[in-house]
């Protein structure tokens, strides 16, 4: 169990960071955090028109900072849980 919250908490994280440093755009600046989340299903389809190629570059940005911290969080997961073992057997 104890893993699985670290996994989680290191993913959302690694999100976090990820919609903070989002590129922002000529014009535009920043997306609305919702609507880079959502790939802007939350947008009209008229502001939508000029601004999808945008909000999907966004997203998929976010999702490789969300797929590091998936990784970093199962590497130190399984760091964690082969130092428990390692020190187990040593004591015996």
Same mark, same amino acid.
């Given at each position: 169990?104890?893993?699985?919250?670290?996994?989680?908490?290191?993913?959302?994280?690694?999100?976090?960071? /990820?919609?903070?440093?989002?590129?922002?755009?000529?014009?535009? /600046?920043?997306?609305?955090?919702?609507?880079?989340?959502?790939?802007?299903?939350?947008? /009209?389809?008229?502001?939508?028109?000029? #601004?999808?190629?945008?909000?999907?570059?966004?997203?998929?940005?976010?999702?490789?900072?969300?797929?590091?911290?998936?990784?970093?969080?199962?590497?130190?997961?399984?760091?964690?849980?082969? #130092?428990?073992? #390692?020190?187990?057997?040593?004591?015996?």
């Amino acid at each position: 169990m104890k893993r699985i919250i670290i996994i989680i908490l290191v993913t959302i994280l690694a999100t976090a960071v /990820g919609l903070y440093f989002r590129p922002s755009y000529l014009l535009i /600046g920043q997306m609305d955090w919702l609507n880079v989340l959502t790939k802007g299903y939350l947008v /009209g389809s008229f502001a939508g028109l000029f #601004s999808q190629g945008y909000l999907d570059e966004s997203f998929y940005f976010v999702m490789r900072f969300s797929a590091g911290g998936l990784v970093a969080g199962l590497m130190l997961a399984w760091a964690m849980s082969g #130092s428990k073992k #390692s020190a187990a057997k040593k004591k015996k």
